[in-house]
């Protein structure tokens, strides 16, 4: 049988169930019995409540309700099991037990039907905790089938574009999202405990900066004017540093006009946190404590595996410069070497492409590390002092103008968080932007604008000050195993099905 024969059956099939269960809602409105009436079922336990306090439960009656997963008939007693928001648990109805025309009716419904049940809590012979009913009631018509139970959504784009039908018949969909769920409430439990407030910031700004990006463009009618949704939350963060508000952090959607894959969706969460008074080696510090707290909080240990690959998250992560792995993995000695032309040489025969970038010390560095030794970071590794020229919004080295004071850290070479000693220098601050002004104008999309009235904030004077900016999204792919970004973002952007 040819492919589209089988895929006309399939449709055939389904149109055939469909119209089946259309027809039963019918049939139950003509009975006066439509379940979309229902406004409200009082529960009284859900099913992991009663599994775990099962012997002072045992004879009580309770009131359950969920989904139906699974039913099995024999004679005048049926077998179910409910989905509640806690799990499952098996309902027992007997006909001699419930009204005869409830019984009659329960015969009747399917699996994905949402029923609430009321009976005694007993234990079968076989040892499952069950609900004996004396009551029950369809509260919702499932019109769907769902996906065989064994098998679950096996179209993985469907699983991203019905979420809903994902959650319901697949746990470990439905897990990844309590742990993102955990993840983010750890994370401001462990900054409010540290002393920092979280505030909120425009998602609609008039500039895009904070970051070097290709922004969304949209337009404010009454104003006339264009405006973009942020890449960063950065900018206004450390404005609030500059008004006294030393501690500041903010969770919230980022949006970037970019490439889609497995690490990218356009847009993204992330927490950007600001401590005056503090530097990049706090900010490490804070990281490092933060994701070792939470994998112990969340998973019960250190112990991750990701990318196919076995993660320790014990404190005491590695800490290196870039120019020190650069070193390490390909041999190339930057800090050696003087000038950008031998720089830029000693890239290219290391293999480096550099025809799209600025033909400068701190771009053959940064491009040697990016293109080389990224991809061989495996194990959790702090990669320190970062050239300027990819740099803007960081603070110089002391020790050598060229470099700045700023980390990536790096896990199965993806990208996990972002920090700098910022830089609070206005008038070097204007120079960086003005180069990016330059790039923007020879048709880099994603070079920064300049922003006056940060220049303005800064001229107030800003303390020193350590800012981070983490990935939620990679962070909880790192805890829950996922390699892909659209596994644990709920909703993720998806191309419209034509």
Known sequence: MS???????????????????RDKLENLRQEGKDPFVQTRFVRTAWSAEIKESFESLEGQTAAVAGRIMSKRGMGKAIFCHIKDDRGQ??????????????FKDFRKYDIGDIVGVTGTVFQTKTGEITVR???????SKSLRPLPEKFHGMTNTELKYRQRYVDLIVDDDSRRNFEIRSKFVSFVRRFLEERGYIEVETPVLNTISGGATARPFITHHNTLDIDMYLRIATE????RLIVGGMERVYEIGRIFRNEGMDTKHNPEFTTVELYEAYADFNVMMDLFEDLLSRAAMEILGGYEVTWQGHEISLAPGFKRMTMAEAVRETLGIDFMAIEGDEAAVAAAKAAGVDMDKVEPTWGHALYECFDQKVEETLIQPTFITMHPVDVSPLAKRSPKDPRLTERFELFICASEMGNAFSELNDPIDQRQRFQKQVE??????????????????????????????????????????????IRDIILFPTMKPVE
């Not at 900018?235 to 450390?238: D, I, S």
């Not at 048709?443 to 900016?469: H, K, R, S, V, W």
């Open 439 to 484: 790039l923007r104008n020879k048709g880099d999309e994603e070079a920064a604008m300049m922003d006056e009235d940060f220049i303005n904030a800064l001229e107030y004077g800003m303390p020193p000050t350590g800012g981070l900016g983490i990935g939620i999204d990679r962070c909880v792919m790192l805890l829950t195993g996922c390699s892909s």
């Open 235 to 238: 900018l206004n963060l450390k």
């Open 3 to 21: 492919e589209q024969s089988n895929t006309q059956n399939t449709q055939q099939e389904l149109s055939e169930l469909l119209q089946i269960r």
């Open 133 to 139: 009913a004396s009551d029950v009631v369809l509260l």
């Open 89 to 102: 648990i098996q309902i027992y109805v007997r006909a001699d037990e419930v009204p005869e025309e409830q």
